[in-house]
């Protein structure tokens, strides 16, 4: 089973900006849509944003127009640019590969 890598997340003020990063395999990067999902504690897990091999973003309701995502092919590595960070957005972020593969989560805490 392939590996996500996930890294960036951490501690931020409210109104900050946060970038996250997942690598892969090449393999699974240029074959799998590649996705950010959150789990708020207490809430279902949803869609932050997922990204295509081609490019085709969707963005979840709750971050549009906060957040960017975008693919860097020389690294094998989709990162997730979040800004205008709410308390809402304290979550633990996962990284995902198609519909079954996951990384094991970072930690995204916006303080006030």
């Known amino acids: 089973q392939d590996q996500l890598v996930e890294s960036g997340g951490g501690l931020v003020q409210s109104g900050g900006s946060l970038t996250l990063s997942c690598a892969t395999s090449r393999d699974t990067f240029t074959h799998y849509v590649m996705g950010w999902y959150r789990q708020a504690r207490g809430k279902q897990r949803e869609l932050v944003a997922d990204?295509?091999?081609?490019?085709?973003?969707i963005i979840g309701a709750s971050v549009k127009g906060r957040v960017t995502i975008s693919r860097d092919n020389a690294k094998n590595t989709v990162n997730l640019q979040m800004n205008s960070l709410k308390i809402e957005d304290t979550a633990v972020y996962y990284c995902s590969a198609g519909t079954d593969t996951w990384g094991q989560g970072t930690q995204v805490t916006v303080v006030s």
């Open positions: 990204i295509t091999p081609g490019g085709h973003i």
